[in-house]
């Protein structure tokens, strides 16, 4: 998380299966615009993924667009066009340095694009400064707990509407 989120709006949803983290994605994916922001967190196999991959999914199918979303892993970036802007989704895990955030174009798809971005710990000193923080939690019994948090005026207003979601 954010070293200031402690001083930051935050937000704990129970996700009990992958269709409820299906459902927060679908939730989510039409509220997102040009310079939003998704940093998600969490240990290898917490759910980042497929959140991302639900998400995205959801946005194409909005824009009538069916398309394969695979892992960002081994490419470290994966773009896709929905409607009338571009999602990026980035995963750092691979990543040595904060420097070569910059050599993927990560800068400009802040700006520009809806980004996703696993693994937000490996931007160091780039992170964005308003962005939503997913951070994704395994509990013994394999359910989720997503703990979101906002990071400036935007992202709030993005936590605002997650507060609002019924499928917790």
Known sequence: MH????????????????????????????????????LLEGDIGAGKTHFARALIQARLAAAGRSEDVPSPTFTLVQTYEADDTEIWHADLYRLTGPEEVWELGLDDAFRTAICLVEWPDRLGPARPADALSLRFAVLPDDTRVLTVSADGPRSGALLGALKTWGGR
């Open 3 to 38: 070293p200031d989120s402690a001083s930051q709006p935050e937000l704990k949803i129970h996700l009990a299966s992958t269709e409820a983290t299906d459902a927060l994605a679908q939730r989510l994916a039409p509220l997102l615009v040009q310079g939003d922001i998704l």
